[in-house]
């Protein structure tokens, strides 16, 4: 069966320092893989997708970046965080190709930027 | 520019009673909708996915109506338990597309009353 891992699970970081989360997808290949953000009492905005590896497609400007290293491997990043940083980010995957789009979340990581 | 809604943050319901969650959408190209459960610190889990070709489709406990007329849907949930007490979220697709991007509403919080 398929998992999907996150971590760290909760971050506390100062304003101005880098961000690595990682997301790791077991039990399938080249799947699509996605970043989400929720902001408190809000609902998901997406962030990056991927439908392969090194292949990276944002959907809004801001201040992170996210790379695909490996094949199930997904990972968000920033060189220096901003208060509106803060939030829960989600990764999900899907199986690749066209159809039924259902999303399969990751637990999250919740980001606090003091 | 295009959205996914929901037209009330929180619906509270008696503990037995049947719950409706509303979802308005504006996109008439979506062809694919999913809800989502999400409790409190974790990731969103997927409860009921129906497709434009059709107008109604029932799980366990829980049916999804689409109206494409008026860009509704809803969620019923029969019986409600204290455990369906979380956020719910609607969420936009194309089955035809390969990325299986879905657009997320802001989130209705069902709160079950014992």
């Known amino acids: 069966s398929q998992t999907i891992h996150q971590w760290p699970a909760t971050l506390v970081q100062p304003v101005g320092s880098p961000l690595s989360l990682e997301c790791t997808v077991e039990g399938t290949s080249n799947p699509n893989l996605y970043w989400y953000r929720q902001a408190a009492g809000r609902g998901l905005q997406l962030l990056f997708y991927s439908v392969g590896i090194g292949q990276i497609s944002s959907e809004v400007p801001q201040n992170l970046s996210a790379s695909r290293p490996q094949d199930r491997q997904f990972i968000l990043s920033s060189k220096k965080l901003l208060l509106s940083d803060s939030g829960f980010y989600l990764c999900?995957?899907?199986?690749?190709?066209?159809?039924?789009?259902?999303?399969?979340f990751g637990a999250g990581s919740r980001l606090t930027v003091l | 520019g295009e959205s996914v809604g929901l037209h009330l943050p929180t619906l509270s319901v008696q503990e037995g009673d049947n719950s409706i969650i509303n979802c308005a959408y504006s996109?008439?190209?979506?062809?694919?909708f999913i809800w989502y459960k999400q409790e409190s610190g974790k990731g969103p889990q997927f409860i009921i996915d129906i497709r434009s070709n059709m107008d109604k489709r029932q799980g366990q406990r829980v049916t999804v109506l689409l109206n494409k007329t008026v860009k509704h849907l809803s969620l019923q949930i029969a019986a409600t338990q204290p455990g369906d007490s979380a956020v719910y979220f609607c969420a936009e697709g194309h089955r035809s597309s390969n990325t299986g991007k879905l657009i997320f509403g802001q989130g209705t919080t069902l709160q079950v009353k014992p």
């Open positions: 996109n008439s190209a979506s062809d694919y």
């Open positions: 999900a995957w899907r199986e690749s190709g066209s159809g039924a789009n259902v999303l399969t």
